[in-house]
């Protein structure tokens, strides 16, 4: 494995992996503070940084069928949400290319 480059954002307010602190998002990246994750309240983000993601599956969530990536911490590897890649309800399109981060995995810090 070789060197791990990440990404520092600029601005007072951050979201943070809660586990290693490394992070996340910019806070002007909410999209919706309304939503709902595995582990309870999440964010719908526009953009994220210093992640990975996981294959494309197929899954049933609680606005209908939509193709998605989970996407985890590029340090620690926890799980921090997922990725909207294909919304099958026209009514959830706009969630396509934005990202779920799950409030319980991730800390505002500013």
Known sequence: MGLLFLQSLPGPKVFKCRCCKVDSAP??????????????PAYLINRVVNITMGPSEDRHLMTGWHTVNDIFCSCCQQLLGWKYEKAYDDSQKYKEGRFVLEKARVMKIG
């Open 27 to 40: 806070h002007d990246a909410i999209v919706s503070k309304d939503f709902s994750g595995r582990y309870g």
